[in-house]
């Protein structure tokens, strides 16, 4: 009998040591796991388990998150939320595992997209014990999926631009020499007729040559939208560009009752740029500012610097845009005033973006209207741009 009893007392110890080293196995499996936060739940909804990945997802410790509730973890406190919650337990409860797509938020109460998979955890005699849970961090996912559909977009946008250029250019094309023509024989015909014509009828004969000037030169602003751009890069101010700018587009900005607010960042502002198709960029840009106040108003242009980039900043206190507006203000012939093609900001966006920068608005009617722009640099170039006399400064 004694015997018998030192053996089981060995094989108890046998099966405890073993239940010890897989125990401390599974926990170190579980600790491995840091891509994923893997976190336990008992029937009273209190944490039991909390791995290293959870840990570094969420912001606490094993020993500060066990015993604790959910909803003083990573859950927001709202009845929603707490209801979405219950939810999906019971839907893992009723059919085995349950996986969905929520918010959630670290210890410093900053939220992220997470997926999570619940399943419940039985007994072997199917009592249920508690929850497990998975949590993957979709965060760079979502951030990876938004590239792509942005560079889907702009690919888009960039062949269907080309498609309706290589159209709009072969119909300009065919018009534009007939119109040539026409000038020609109108002028000639005003020279020859110009001693038999009263006032009123030369009054004629100039409109007449006004609006086919006119024709030609929209024919002609299809065209230069229509050829590829060629960027001949160099180091460039974009301050000295900004400032050129607003000097040649003084006229219209006086005649418009528009007060000017210039603010050019004093720091070096030189970057890697086609001076000519920047600057035209910038006359559209700022043109459309104006042209947007047709009863006056308030322009501010601000350039600033940040670490691997230039930026601009163009801001009118017009009329302001609807959201579908401001969706469509870079699409081709796309206006909403009376005159114009509507070809000006898709033209701008098309330059900025052969920079492999970014330009975006933002719009209510009513409200400022601003247009960002921001151009890439190389660190080393921007800081060797010569100083530049341009300032702060306000005029009318």
């Known amino acids: 009998m004694?015997?018998?009893?030192e053996a089981l007392e060995r094989r108890v110890e046998e099966r405890t040591a073993e239940l010890a080293e897989a125990h401390s196995f599974l926990n170190l499996v579980l600790d491995s796991s840091t891509e994923y936060a893997i976190i336990a739940f008992g029937m009273d909804y209190r944490t039991t388990l909390f791995n290293r990945g959870a840990e570094?997802?969420?912001?606490?410790?094993?020993?500060?998150?066990?015993?604790?509730?959910?909803?003083?973890?990573?859950?927001?406190?709202?009845?929603?939320?707490?209801?979405?919650?219950?939810?999906?337990?019971?839907e893992a409860k009723a059919v085995g595992r349950y996986q969905t797509e929520i918010n959630l938020h670290r210890a410093d109460r900053s939220e992220f997209v997470a997926s999570v998979v619940?399943?419940?955890?039985?007994?072997?005699?199917?009592?249920?014990?508690?929850?497990?849970?998975?949590?993957?961090?979709?965060?760079?996912?979502?951030?990876?999926?938004?590239?792509?559909?942005?560079?889907?977009?702009?690919?888009?946008?960039?062949?269907k631009i080309a498609a309706l250029g290589r159209s709009a250019a072969q119909i300009a094309h065919e018009v534009k020499n007939p119109l040539t023509g026409l000038l020609l024989y109108a002028m000639h015909m005003k020279s020859k007729l110009a001693h038999k014509l009263n006032e009123s009828e030369m009054a004629l004969a100039d409109k007449v040559i006004e609006t086919i000037n006119h024709l030609i030169n929209?024919?002609?602003?299809?065209?230069?939208?229509?050829?590829p751009l060629n960027l001949t890069l160099r180091e460039v101010n974009l301050n000295a560009v900004v400032a050129g700018v607003l000097q040649l587009l003084e006229p219209q900005i006086t005649a418009g009752n528009v007060e000017k607010h210039v603010r050019l960042e004093e720091a070096a502002m030189c970057g890697q740029l086609d001076e000519s198709s920047i600057r035209a960029a910038l006359i559209n840009l700022i043109l459309n500012a104006v042209q947007a106040m047709p009863?006056?108003?308030?322009?501010?242009?601000?350039?600033?610097?940040?670490?691997?980039?230039?930026?601009?900043?163009?801001?009118?206190?017009?009329?302001?845009?609807?959201?579908?507006?401001?969706?469509?203000?870079?699409?081709?012939?796309?206006?909403?005033?009376?005159?114009?093609?509507?070809?000006?900001?898709?033209?701008?966006?098309?330059i900025i973006e052969q920079h492999r920068g970014t330009i975006s608005v933002e719009s209510r009617p009513g409200v400022v209207t601003r247009v960002r722009v921001e151009l890439p640099i190389e660190e080393e170039r921007a800081t060797a741009c010569p100083d530049t006399e341009f300032s702060s400064l306000t005029t009318r």
């Open 2 to 5: 004694k015997k018998h009893a």
């Open 295 to 350: 009863e006056g108003g308030r322009l501010g242009v601000t350039t600033t610097r940040g670490a691997m980039s230039l930026q601009l900043e163009i801001t009118d206190t017009g009329v302001g845009m609807s959201a579908e507006q401001a969706e469509q203000i870079f699409e081709p012939f796309y206006t909403t005033k009376s005159q114009g093609l509507g070809l000006g900001m898709s033209y701008a966006k098309r």
């Open 118 to 159: 619940v399943t419940p955890i039985l007994a072997p005699d199917r009592r249920q014990l508690g929850y497990l849970c998975v949590i993957h961090d979709l965060t760079i996912k979502r951030e990876a999926e938004t590239s792509l559909r942005q560079m889907q977009s702009r690919l888009a946008h960039q062949e």
């Open 218 to 227: 929209t024919v002609e602003q299809i065209m230069s939208f229509a050829r």
């Open 56 to 90: 570094q997802l969420f912001g606490y410790t094993a020993d500060e998150a066990l015993g604790r509730l959910p909803r003083e973890l990573f859950l927001d406190v709202t009845p929603a939320a707490l209801n979405v919650f219950r939810e999906f337990l019971r």
